[in-house]
Structure formats: structure tokens, C-alpha cells
């Protein structure tokens, strides 16, 4: 798809509101018409995470296709993954509407969806229906209601174990009140305990072991990342997203939708969560796989999150602003960084800027 038609058909969404701009999206990629743009395969960009092997490093991240209604035309957009979600057990509408604001100054977006999803049986059906080799991770959370949240996720684990190729527990959404209580150190504890009990129950039964990733928010005290750490290397995690939405509103120009209550992400979210990922690397250490998200709107801002300690690295917001060729213009970027460093693999610049983006304050 070429700028000056994504430029033509932005101009076009942004005159709807952002939610039904959304739902437009989605049809349009179910019904084709938005085409494939699918980069080259270039092996310094093939990744072996988790036991997995991504044939890029770019993912769409949990929140676009809530309900696993596109998944495989998304990859076909040039992404090396995708995630769907985030889904709950039971169907909810989520928080009253309007609930998605585009900042437009700032290219950012405020959200207080707060998880509105089919449920588990509607996603499930559709993900049934998807390529075996398509690399479709399943974010998965709590109903708002839920009188038993981490059973909730041990649901996701077990509904979803057939189809996922990876699985996100979301205890970071600020738009679900109480959930990022599970990341205090107890509490986060007792769900990872649940949570891998459940998967390896479930590999026993499959013969195959799936990932599990924790995804975490970017508000966190030093004293929370190190509680973090502890817990998922306590638990032989399989890896961490980092990170959510953020609750800040600092540096923000537009100023009257950044009075809206939600989690900010896009472009004001990159340093933040940059920094965060980097701390995590260094407590965590270099083997933990850790995917680096937010503010991710170009080949380099993808891999300077890679030089921050990221192994692979998901988008969302940003496409909002350049369009559904982006994860085709940053792995093509990818592949000339890798020219112009003459590097074997985009993995050689991993942790190269760790200790620069841990001493950022953000």
C-alpha cells in the first residue's frame, strides 16, 4: 500500500470517531481490501524466542484484534507475529463509550476500553479456523466482575492450549480497576503459580509446551520491578512484555484529551517504557526473552527497543498514525540497519544500550 494512499484513507478514518474508525479496520482487512504487504524474508531478521522462530521481530500487539477476528491477515501486513486479545471467559461490553481518544498532536491514543471482548468461545472458534503455522499468541485476562481472577487466566490457559502459540497473562491494564494489584509480589505469586501449573498440566496432555509471557505496566516503583523479577525468575517464567498503557500524562500537548482517564499509548509512551524494559533486562538478566512495546513508530524506535534489551518487539498506536504498511517499512528498515552494520543477525545489537536507557529517568 502506497503513502499517499494510507495518507488518503487516515484522512478519511480520522473523520470518524476512533472506535467505529476501528471497527472499519477490521472489516476492511476481512474483506481484503486492504492488501498484503508482506517484506521479504531476510535471515538476519529470524528469530528463535521462547522456542519459537519468528520470521521478523515485529508483532501487532493484544488490543487491535480483540476478538481473533483478523489474525491472519495481519501477518500478512508483514508482521512477524500477532497477538489477540485481550480475552476473558465471559463476553463484557467494557466501559461505557466514548472510551478511545486519538491525540493527534502527539500521535498517541487514550484508552479505557476496559477488556470488551466476545469471550473465550467466540475467539476460540475463529482461532480453530487459522493455519497451523500461523504465530497467533493469546493475551488473556479477568472479567471485570470475576469473583476468582486468577482462575479466570488458568480458563485462558486451558480453553485456549489447542490453538495458542503463545500465551500473555495482562495483569497490567489500568482500565480494569484492581487488576494491577497482581503485580504486587503475593499476588503475582499465587497467578504464576496457577497459571504455569496449568500450562505444564496441559503440555503433559498436548505433548507440546507453550509460553507463557507476563505483560506489565510502565507506572512501576523500582521496588515493584524488583519484586517482579523475582517472581517470574523464581517461577521460570517464559518471558515479559513490557509494557502496557501508561497512566502518565507528562509532555503531552494536547491537553484537553489528555484530561480523559485511560491508558496512554503511541509515541509519548517510548521513552517510558524503553526505560522500563532495560531495567527489567538488568534485573532479569540476558537469557529471559523480553518483548519490548510502546511508542514503536519506525525501523529505529524498533531497534533501539531491541538495543534496550528487547529479543522481539510488538506495535499498535503508531499504525494508527502511519498506516498499515508500517510493519513492512520497519522490517525492510531492519534488513538496512543490518546492511549498513554489517551485521549477521539484528539479535547482535541486543543489550547494546541497556545501561544507557536503565539511567534514563523517565
Known sequence: MTRP????????????????????????????????????????????????????????????????????????????????????PRPQAGNDKPRLFRLVEDEAVINRLGFNNEGHGAALARLRGCSSQALVGVNIGANKDSADRIADYVAGIRTFYPVARYFTANISSPNTPGLRDLQARESLAALLSAVLAARDEEAGKAGKRTPVFLKIAPDL????????????????????????????????????????????????????????????????????????VGGVGSAETAAEKIRAGADLVQLYSCMVYEGPGLPGRIVRGLSALCDREKLTS???????????????KV
Open 346 to 360: 539484528i539479535r547482535d545489537i541486543r543489550d547494546s544500550r541497556v545501561d544507557y536507557w536503565a539511567g534514563r
Open 221 to 292: 516503583t523500582e521496588e515493584g520491578m524488583e519484586d517482579i523479577a523475582a517472581e517470574v525468575l523464581a517461577h521460570d517464567l517464559d518471558g515479559l512484555i513490557v509494557s502496557n498503557t501508561t497512566l502518565s500524562r507528562e509532555g503531552l500537548k494536547d491537553q484537553r484529551q489528555a484530561k480523559e482517564t485511560g491508558g496512554l499509548s503511541g509515541r509519548p509512551l517510548f521513552e517510558k517504557s524503553t526505560a522500563v524494559l532495560a531495567r527489567m533486562r538488568k534485573r532479569v538478566g540476558p537469557n529471559m526473552p523480553i518483548i519490548g
Open 5 to 88: 494512499f494510507e495518507s488518503l484513507a487516515r484522512r478519511g478514518l480520522f473523520l470518524l470517531d476512533p472506535e467505529a474508525a476501528h471497527g472499519l479496520s477490521i472489516r476492511a482487512l476481512k474483506s481484503g481490501f486492504v492488501p498484503s504487504c508482506a517484506a521479504p524474508v531476510d535471515r538476519r531478521l529470524v528469530q528463535t524466542v521462547a522456542g519459537l522462530t519468528f520470521a521478523n521481530p515485529i508483532g501487532m500487539a493484544a488490543g487491535y484484534d480483540k476478538n481473533a477476528e483478523v489474525p491472519e491477515a495481519i501477518l500478512n501486513l508483514g508482521f512477524g507475529f500477532t497477538e489477540i486479545g485481550t480475552v476473558t
